[in-house]
C-alpha cells in the first residue's frame, strides 16, 4: 500500500463542516464592501520577487526569513505573495487605474509565509483588505476604519474588539523620529532581547511593537512619536479624530502602534481584542501615500487595511457568533420505487428553477425508507419531501419537518413552490 500523502504544514484544507462558515463569512464581508461602493480586484497569487523586496523593505522579517521565493525555468525569481497591497498597486499601476483617479477595491485571497505555524496563523492563510487610491485628506483614513466597524457590528463583535489609532508622521519626520529613538535604544541596549537588539540596525520602530514585557518596561520613557510629528501629519491626525468622535467611533490613541511594512506613513491603525490570547489583533491597516511612486507609478495617496479570515473565523467561533451560519441542505428529497425517483427529479428541477436559492439533495443509492430518512436527517435539512410509487400516481408530496414538532402532511406538487416559498426563510427563496 503506497505512503499517504498529507498537506504540507501549516497549509491547512477547509474541510465541508467549516466552508459554511467561511462562506457565511465572506458572504456579509461582500454585502459591507458593497454597501460603500468598494470594487473587487482580484490579483496573481505569484508575483516578481523584487516587487516585494521594494515595497515591504529588504531588511524585514517578511523579506528575510518568511517568502516563499524560487526561480522559475527561465531564471527569475519569482515569490508567493505574502501579503496583497503591493500587488494591487502593481496591478494599478501596471493599468493605468491610479494617477490622477480615485480607486477604492478590495480583495480576498490566500497569501503565504514561511513561519510557524500557531492556532490562528499559517503558512498559507486568507485575507481581506481595502485599499482606496487618490484621495489625500483625513476623511478617507475615517471612512476605511468606518467601513471595518461595521464589519464587526455585521458580524455581532463590536463590543469585543477595541480601536487604536497613531500617526507615523511624514517620511522625514519619522527619520528625525528615529534617530532620536536609536539614540534612547542604545542608551538602554542592556535592557533589550537579541530581537530587539538586531532590529534596533534594521527598522528600530520595530521595538516599538515588542511583545517581551521587559522590553516594553525598558521603553517607558522612550520618545513619543506623536511628539516628532510634523504640522501637516499633525493636521491630518486631529482631522481624523475629529471625524472618529463625530461618528461615534471609540479608540485609543497608542503612541507605539507601528507598522511591521516599511511603506505606511501618517494614519496607522489596529483592532484588537483580548478574546484570542497573544494573537490580539484582528485587523491592521493605515496611510501609505509613497509607495505607488516607489513602485514605479506618479506619486498617489493611499490609505487601506487588511485583516486576516483565519483569524477572523476563529474569533467568531470562540465567541460563539456562528450560529446563523445555516446548514448545507433545506430540503432533502426522498424517493422509494423507480417511478418515484423520476418524478422526484423531475420535481426537484422544477423547484430550483422557480427558487434557484434553495439547497435541495436528492436521495441517492437506493434504500428503504429508514435508511433514506436517517440520511435525510444527517444532511442537516429543515424538512424531508417524501415520495412513493403513490405519490408519483397522484401527482403529491408528503411533507415532513426534522427540526420542527409539526405533523407531516401530504400537498399536491402544483402548490409546492408556494409552499417551501412560505415556509422555509426568505433568504433562500
Given at each position: 500500500?503506497?505512503?499517504?500523502?498529507?498537506?504540507?504544514?501549516?497549509?491547512?484544507?477547509c474541510?465541508?463542516?467549516q466552508?459554511?462558515?467561511?462562506?457565511w463569512?465572506e458572504?456579509?464581508i461582500?454585502?459591507?464592501?458593497?454597501s460603500?461602493g468598494?470594487?473587487?480586484?482580484?490579483?496573481?497569487v505569484?508575483?516578481?520577487?523584487?516587487l516585494?523586496?521594494?515595497s515591504?523593505?529588504?531588511?524585514?522579517?517578511i523579506?528575510?526569513k518568511e517568502m516563499?521565493?524560487f526561480d522559475?525555468?527561465?531564471?527569475d525569481?519569482?515569490?508567493?505573495r505574502p501579503e496583497?497591497?503591493?500587488?494591487?498597486?502593481r496591478?494599478?499601476?501596471e493599468?493605468?487605474l491610479?494617477y490622477?483617479?480615485q480607486?477604492?477595491?478590495w480583495?480576498?485571497?490566500?497569501?503565504?509565509?514561511?513561519?510557524r505555524?500557531?492556532?490562528g496563523?499559517?503558512?498559507?492563510?486568507?485575507q481581506f483588505?481595502v485599499?482606496?487610491f487618490?484621495i489625500?485628506?483625513?476623511?478617507?483614513?475615517?471612512?476605511?476604519?468606518?467601513?471595518?466597524a461595521?464589519?464587526w457590528?455585521?458580524?455581532?463583535?463590536a463590543?469585543?474588539?477595541?480601536?487604536?489609532?497613531?500617526?507615523?508622521g511624514?517620511?522625514e519626520?519619522?527619520?528625525a523620529?528615529?534617530d532620536?529613538?536609536v539614540?534612547?535604544?542604545?542608551?538602554n541596549?542592556?535592557?533589550?532581547d537579541e530581537?530587539?537588539?538586531?532590529r534596533m540596525?534594521?527598522n528600530?520602530?520595530r521595538v516599538?511593537?515588542?511583545?517581551n514585557?521587559d522590553?516594553?518596561?525598558a521603553l517607558?520613557d522612550a520618545p513619543?512619536l506623536?511628539d516628532?510629528?510634523?504640522?501637516?501629519?499633525?493636521?491630518?491626525?486631529d482631522g481624523?479624530r475629529?471625524r472618529?468622535?463625530?461618528?461615534g467611533?471609540?479608540?485609543r490613541?497608542?503612541?507605539?502602534?507601528v507598522?511591521g511594512?516599511?511603506?505606511?506613513n501618517r494614519?496607522?491603525?489596529?483592532w484588537?481584542?483580548d478574546s484570542?490570547?497573544?494573537?490580539?489583533?484582528?485587523c491592521?491597516?493605515?496611510?501609505y501615500?509613497?509607495?505607488?511612486?516607489?513602485?514605479g507609478?506618479?506619486?498617489?495617496?493611499?490609505?487601506?487595511f487588511a485583516?486576516?479570515m483565519?483569524?477572523?473565523?476563529?474569533?467568531?467561533?470562540?465567541?460563539?457568533?456562528?450560529?446563523?451560519v445555516?446548514?448545507?441542505?433545506?430540503?432533502?428529497v426522498t424517493?422509494m420505487g423507480e417511478?418515484?425517483?423520476?418524478y422526484?427529479?423531475?420535481?426537484?428541477?422544477?423547484v430550483?428553477?422557480?427558487?434557484?436559492g434553495?439547497?435541495?439533495?436528492?436521495h441517492?443509492?437506493g434504500g428503504n425508507?429508514?435508511k433514506?430518512m436517517?440520511?435525510?436527517?444527517?444532511s442537516?435539512?429543515v424538512?424531508?419531501l417524501?415520495i412513493?410509487?403513490?405519490?408519483a400516481?397522484?401527482?403529491q408530496?408528503?411533507?415532513?419537518y426534522l427540526?420542527?414538532?409539526r405533523?407531516q402532511?401530504t400537498?399536491?406538487d402544483s402548490?409546492?413552490?408556494?409552499?417551501?416559498?412560505s415556509?422555509?426563510?426568505s433568504?433562500h427563496?
Amino acid at each position: 500500500m503506497s505512503k499517504q500523502i498529507q498537506a504540507i504544514r501549516g497549509m491547512n484544507d477547509c474541510l465541508p463542516e467549516q466552508s459554511g462558515t467561511w462562506q457565511w463569512v465572506e458572504q456579509r464581508i461582500r454585502q459591507v464592501v458593497a454597501s460603500y461602493g468598494y470594487q473587487e480586484i482580484r490579483t496573481p497569487v505569484v508575483e516578481s520577487t523584487d516587487l516585494f523586496k521594494r515595497s515591504i523593505g529588504e531588511v524585514t522579517d517578511i523579506v528575510e526569513k518568511e517568502m516563499y521565493t524560487f526561480d522559475d525555468r527561465n531564471g527569475d525569481s519569482l515569490t508567493l505573495r505574502p501579503e496583497n497591497t503591493a500587488s494591487v498597486v502593481r496591478a494599478g499601476n501596471e493599468h493605468g487605474l491610479l494617477y490622477n483617479q480615485q480607486q477604492r477595491l478590495w480583495y480576498m485571497g490566500p497569501m503565504f509565509r514561511h513561519e510557524r505555524p500557531q492556532k490562528g496563523r499559517y503558512r498559507q492563510f486568507h485575507q481581506f483588505g481595502v485599499e482606496a487610491f487618490g484621495i489625500d485628506g483625513p476623511d478617507i483614513d475615517a471612512e476605511v476604519i468606518l467601513l471595518s466597524a461595521r464589519l464587526w457590528q455585521q458580524f455581532g463583535m463590536a463590543e469585543q474588539v477595541t480601536l487604536e489609532i497613531n500617526s507615523l508622521g511624514s517620511n522625514e519626520a519619522r527619520a528625525a523620529y528615529r534617530d532620536a529613538l536609536v539614540a534612547y535604544l542604545k542608551a538602554n541596549e542592556a535592557a533589550l532581547d537579541e530581537d530587539s537588539k538586531r532590529r534596533m540596525t534594521t527598522n528600530p520602530l520595530r521595538v516599538l511593537d515588542s511583545k517581551n514585557p521587559d522590553v516594553q518596561a525598558a521603553l517607558a520613557d522612550a520618545p513619543s512619536l506623536l511628539d516628532h510629528l510634523d504640522d501637516a501629519s499633525r493636521q491630518h491626525f486631529d482631522g481624523l479624530r475629529e471625524r472618529l468622535d463625530d461618528l461615534g467611533i471609540k479608540y485609543r490613541v497608542n503612541p507605539r502602534l507601528v507598522r511591521g511594512l516599511d511603506y505606511y506613513n501618517r494614519t496607522v491603525f489596529e483592532w484588537v481584542t483580548d478574546s484570542l490570547g497573544a494573537q490580539g489583533t484582528v485587523c491592521a491597516g493605515g496611510r501609505y501615500d509613497g509607495l505607488v511612486e516607489q513602485l514605479g507609478g506618479k506619486a498617489t495617496p493611499a490609505v487601506g487595511f487588511a485583516l486576516g479570515m483565519e483569524r477572523l473565523v476563529l474569533l467568531l467561533e470562540t465567541l460563539q457568533l456562528t450560529s446563523e451560519v445555516p446548514g448545507a441542505v433545506d430540503v432533502y428529497v426522498t424517493a422509494m420505487g423507480e417511478k418515484a425517483e423520476g418524478y422526484a427529479r423531475r420535481l426537484s428541477e422544477q423547484v430550483r428553477d422557480a427558487l434557484p436559492g434553495i439547497r435541495l439533495q436528492n436521495h441517492c443509492g437506493g434504500g428503504n425508507f429508514k435508511k433514506q430518512m436517517k440520511r435525510a436527517d444527517k444532511s442537516g435539512a429543515v424538512l424531508a419531501l417524501i415520495i412513493g410509487d403513490n405519490e408519483a400516481d397522484n401527482q403529491q408530496v408528503g411533507v415532513k419537518y426534522l427540526r420542527h414538532d409539526r405533523e407531516q402532511e401530504t400537498i399536491e406538487d402544483s402548490a409546492l413552490i408556494a409552499y417551501l416559498r412560505s415556509n422555509l426563510s426568505s433568504e433562500h427563496n
